[in-house]
Nanobody, 121 residues
């Protein structure tokens, strides 16, 4: 399964970007986003339960990022507002069978190629 992520780019602080990730021909129970900044470990950003639409967010992005899904297109979106230079990272789409609060990546079995998000100050 190839997850197709897009939407990254360069934006000034305070700006917005929307990331998209499509899973052609396949539906997963959970899809989400992770990110990895230079010199840092990959971290969880957000996830969504496909059937019920329950959403989960890292504390650092709550109130600024919104995850959503388009069921007919098997696509998940990440709307990122009020971006900060600290949000600069490569963002990865992931898909799997469940969300684990303790270890969010545990239930993710498929990963897309990252998309770069750069926020300038």
């Amino acid at each position: 399964v190839q997850l197709q992520a897009s939407g990254g780019g360069l934006v000034q602080a305070g700006g917005s970007l929307r990331l998209s990730c499509a899973a052609p021909g396949r539906t997963f129970s959970t899809m989400g986003w992770f990110r990895q900044a230079p010199g840092k470990e990959r971290e969880f950003v957000s996830a969504i339960n496909w059937s019920g639409g329950l959403t989960y967010y890292a504390e650092s992005v709550k109130g600024r990022f919104t995850i959503s899904r388009e069921i007919g297109k098997n696509t998940v979106y990440l709307q990122m507002n009020s971006l900060d230079p600290e949000d600069t990272a490569v963002y990865y789409c992931a898909a799997g069978s469940y969300y684990s609060k303790i270890s969010p990546s545990r239930g993710m079995y498929y990963w897309g190629e990252g998309t770069q998000v750069t926020v300038s100050s």
